[in-house]
């Protein structure tokens, strides 16, 4: 089946830990995004990346590295500059196409809790 | 400046009734879209509908349809015939600009619905 496939799915950290979070689609999209969702809140953009081997900040970028090796792929690592990282961590795609609506794609989530 | 806003954090509705999540977006850009999202408790989202800013027409899919004012600048979503399965989290969100600007999304804070049996 085609999708978008995080793991883990719950990660435990302790402090001073930088942790990386997987995210890969096979749904042949071009860009990769990566949200942070904090309790009974909306999701934040992190990074994005509409070709590979380049990405751009979101809103949120500090404390959080990212790289764009191969289409498929979109790994998230938080460092320990991240003062705050417990947190739901959504990786996203889309297709970049001018007859698209532009949806975002979902993958099931990546929960962190630093310990 | 909040770009989306869902002003009902919390929102009960009957099981069989009709339910409206508002949302109010903020843009100068002519170009968007506006989608609304589902999450349920085990937190995949899920797309419901989308709307651009150019449709003449208000987005509907099924049970879903979206009221699409612009000249206000809101995007509400209406569910009719609720069900015990509606009950979730829902999230509108804005695109600005066309696709090659890169799709990103603004989320608003969402409105927890909760459907009563």
């Known amino acids: 089946d085609g999708g978008i496939t995080q793991s883990p799915k719950y990660l435990f950290r302790k402090e001073g830990q930088n942790v990386t979070l997987s995210c890969e689609q096979n749904l042949n999209h071009d860009a990769m995004y990566w949200y942070r969702q904090d309790p009974g809140q909306g999701l934040r953009l992190i990074y994005y990346s509409q070709i590979v081997n380049d990405f751009q900040k979101g809103d949120i970028a500090e404390g959080y590295s990212v790289s764009r090796e191969k289409k498929e792929s979109f790994p998230l690592t938080v460092t320990s500059a991240q003062k705050n990282p417990t947190a739901f961590y959504l990786c996203?795609?889309?297709?970049?196409?001018?007859?698209?609506?532009?949806?975002?794609?979902f993958g099931e989530g990546s929960r962190l809790t630093v310990l | 400046a909040q770009k989306i806003t869902q002003t009902q954090p919390g929102m009960f509705v009957q099981e069989k009734e009709a339910v409206t999540l508002d949302c109010t977006y903020d843009t100068s850009d002519p170009s968007y879209g506006l989608f609304w999202y589902k999450q349920p408790s085990s937190g995949e989202m899920i797309f419901l509908i989308y709307?651009?800013?150019?449709?003449?027409q208000n987005a509907t899919e099924g049970r879903y349809s979206l009221n699409f004012q612009k000249a206000r600048k809101s995007a509400n979503l209406v569910i009719s015939a609720s069900q015990l399965g509606d009950s979730a989290m829902y999230f509108c969100?804005?695109?600005?600009?066309?696709?090659?600007?890169?799709?990103?999304?603004?989320f608003g804070g969402g409105t927890r619905l909760m459907v009563k049996p």
């Open positions: 996203a795609s889309s297709i970049l196409w001018e007859g698209d609506t532009g949806e975002l794609f």
């Open positions: 709307q651009g800013s150019y449709d003449q």
């Open positions: 969100a804005m695109r600005e600009g066309l696709y090659n600007a890169g799709n990103m999304l603004t």
